[in-house]
């Protein structure tokens, strides 16, 4: 199958929204799961992980690791236009150019920084 540009952000954009759906069921797990009572042992090495640890960790470091980070990405996609992709290629290399002038001052563009 061949797709359109338009069609692939579409795609995105409804990835993003059933990605939410999990966040949203994982944060459900995560907020009817007891914690246990010494976790704070647990987390900081001074105890084993006993599985409920284990499964609250795994949400927790899921949900702000790779899913939020992953929704944001396929959003930010999603919505994307050349027009704004072209401004922030600009302004990148603006910012590139004076990263790499001379720290002394008076020096040329493009030179790279001394360490």
Partial sequence: ???TVAEAQRALGEVACELLFLV??????????????????????RKPYDVATDVLATIECVLEDE???????????????DAEL???FQERQRQWRLWNRDPEGGGEPGKARRK
């Fill in 86 to 88: 072209e401004a922030d």
């Fill in 1 to 3: 199958m061949s797709w």
């Fill in 67 to 81: 899913l939020r980070p992953a929704i944001e990405s396929l959003r930010k996609s999603a919505q994307a236009t």
């Fill in 24 to 45: 949203d069921l994982l944060e459900a797990v995560h907020r009817g799961l007891p914690r246990p009572a010494d976790m704070a042992d647990r987390e900081e090495g």
